[in-house]
């Protein structure tokens, strides 16, 4: 199984949006529902931002989104902030019961 | 308080094993599945597989099948990841994870502190 591919990084100013995306195939995002966002500061252990495509977990900011179509799911940042400076992988549930996580994108906030 | 506790970091050399572990405290115990990922230094994340602790049913990545063993002790609400025949591919930051809810797609949502693998001759 093939990481899931996400651009390296992606920039954007301090109250701009921005979108990631997570490109699969059809035995993970193609197939599945269950695909879910992370962020991850320097030093620090991952945070869970979505799951389920578009589900927020209680006290995660409503300017974190997501979507899916096909076999590209996007996670968007609106309003981004200073604090949104971070790297964001993608995952997601596949055909053979197991997980696969994106290579990983580097959000800078110009 | 819910967490888990992971083992200190080791250091080993190529073509031993290891074993991590991962202590579990504030929650039941076999009601969340608990996963495995790794990080290698400056790199993505990796996940390695996953056990149910009620059953003891595991699945694993296909790239470290034959390889890996993922073990719980239901009594002292422990897991364990052994992994052998190391190589300096093998150093990175393993994380034990559980599971947000108690369903085989349930999402990351706890995560240990990570325990550090150095391969090395």
């Known amino acids: 199984q093939s990481a899931l591919t996400q651009p390296a990084s992606v920039s954007g100013s301090a109250g701009q949006s921005i979108t990631i995306s997570c490109t699969g195939s059809s035995s993970d995002i193609g197939s599945s529902n269950y695909v879910s966002w992370y962020q991850q500061h320097p030093g620090k252990a991952p945070k869970l931002l979505i799951f389920?495509?578009?589900t927020r977990p209680s006290g995660v900011s409503s300017r974190f989104s997501g979507s899916k179509s096909g076999r590209t799911a996007s996670l968007t940042i609106s309003e981004l902030q200073a604090e949104d400076e971070a790297d964001y992988y993608c995952?997601?549930?596949?055909?053979?019961?197991?997980?696969?996580f994106g290579s990983g994108t580097k959000v800078t906030v110009l | 308080q819910v967490q888990l506790v992971q083992s200190e970091a080791e250091m080993k050399k190529p073509g031993a094993s290891v074993r991590v572990s991962c202590q579990a405290s504030g929650y039941t115990f076999t009601s969340y599945y608990l996963h495995w990922v790794r990080q290698a230094p400056g790199q993505g994340l990796e996940w390695m597989g996953r056990i149910d602790p009620r059953s003891g049913d595991t699945n694993y990545a296909q790239k470290f099948q034959g390889r890996v063993s993922m073990t719980r002790a239901t009594s002292i609400t422990a897991a364990y990841l052994d992994l052998r025949r190391l190589t300096s591919d093998d150093t990175a930051l393993y994380y034990c994870?559980?599971?947000?809810?108690?369903?085989?797609?349930?999402?990351?949502?706890?995560w240990g502190q990570g325990t550090l693998l150095t391969v090395s001759s």
């Open positions: 995952n997601s549930y596949t055909t053979s019961s197991t997980f696969v």
């Open positions: 389920n495509v578009y």
């Open positions: 994870v559980r599971a947000q809810l108690g369903g085989r797609t349930s999402p990351f949502e706890l």
